[in-house]
């Protein structure tokens, strides 16, 4: 087995809850996600972004965003919850709702800017901003994720040029963390540490996230790439279910038990019971019943347990 070269630990930040299930046809029931909360802190995940408070008609799957923050398990043992907003009310909705860390996103093209936010990147920049400094009057933690980082659906290639332009319009709104997102699942290694390590050098020191969509293939080895250019935390989701409702022909996260499996085979500590993981992986296919497109639900653990 090959190791990762001084990388000892990597938080895998499980976002099923939201992101895997905001494009899924079938609607969760509340009970039903607050069971797969459950089931996540109790496979090992102390970072999960539970739900979205954004418009229920826009995405109705996310419509019982009060209802699911009411029904959280005590946040025992370092267990963060995390919800997405997009602007000042769906903040005010999160804060109130019990929420001490929150996620926005701003788009790094105009046209998917339009389709996901209904408004030009300006003023996703201008709500981002607003609620960045609510959150810090607040001692909410915020981060700021930057989407389609890597590509984009409707403009094509996102040049370097424009990605850093958007990366110094967010930063300069000192969030606590950044994450890049390949929301359409485009990037392949290269591309990550080129655009990590832009990040990194506008903005030394700050916690950076990875977001990665499997759409062709190539989703665990960009968070290894992402792992070797100083990335601390990546987003999944169990059974690598999700995608962007706004993006065409857009597939599922990368899957929680693939990226634990491979690193974890890579000598990184994850936190997180592998086999529970890929049961519990199995169980949300089945809830939702689709065929799971993480590939370790479908080829088991190696070696196989006894």
Known sequence: MTQLQGVVMVEIVEVAPRDGLQNEATLLPTGDKLELVRRAVRHGARRIEVTAFVRPDRVPQLADAEQVAAGLPDPAGGVRYTALVLNERGYL?????GFREINMVVLATETFSERNQTMPVAAALRAMAAVRRRAAADGVRAAVTVGAAFGCPFEGEVPVARLASVLRAVLAESPDELVLADTIGVAVPTDVG?????????????PLRAHFHDTRGTGVANAVAAVRSGVTALDASLAGIGGCPFAPAATGNVATEDLAYTLSRMGVDVGLDLPTVLDDARWLAATLGVTAPGRLSRAGLFPSPT
Not at 93 to 97: F, G, N, S, T, W
Not at 199 to 204: C, E, K, N
Request: aromatic fraction near 6%; hydrophobic fraction near 50%; charged fraction near 35%.
């Open 93 to 97: 909705r999160a804060r109130d709702a």
């Open 194 to 206: 080129e655009r990590f390590g832009l990040a990194a050098d506008l903005a030394p020191g700050l």
